[in-house]
């Protein structure tokens, strides 16, 4: 994993970020049925005229009946920016230990996590019973529980918040961004990148390396 202690650890978001133009759920409702109504339930929440909360419950009722592998393997075709694999390698190379931070549901953050190497993943959770999906959520997970987890984090890293960066782009990244040392917009919104130590725009995630490097320059 790491050939000495990490000098430095990186949020990345996953929806709007990793997944450009769109949301994962967006994406697995289309599969689903119900990509209109979660469509517009997500510009809401952008919008603030919706919270987390509310917008987990509708997505959820959509799941209802599901079977998890089957779902599960409909995330090899979700749409994923380039370079990710690049830029996880680069982390590592480097002493920063990359993770996600998202609000994505875990099976997504365990596919990911799986997929390219991050150190771990945190996300809101649905109920399964039998191997289907109830319609339920599990467990509630909000841009704060995002901050939160991903500081819990850096803690048992023995890493402090100012070593710390997050790469993300809208709404539910503005506390993790307001309490770590670096924040990137990546292809981001007018709030997001308001907020954000750096905006970078690419169609490619390695465009964020040099911003990131920062982190590593700031401990020598």
Known sequence: MFSSDPVGAVFFDVDGTLVPGTSSSVF?????GHRDELTEAEDAYAAGAMDNRQVSELDAAGWAGAHVDEVSGRLEGLPLVSGITETVAWCRHN?????????AWSPVGSYLTDRFGFHAFSGPELETVGGRFTGQVARHFDEYGKRDVALAQARELGLSPRACGAV???RSDLPLFASVGLSVAFN????ARGAATVAVDDEDLRGVLPSLSRLITSTL
């Open 188 to 191: 981001a919104s007018p709030g």
């Open 28 to 32: 697995l409702a289309g599969y689903l």
């Open 168 to 170: 993300g782009d809208s």
């Open 95 to 103: 002493g920063l230990v990359p993770v996600l931070a998202t609000l």
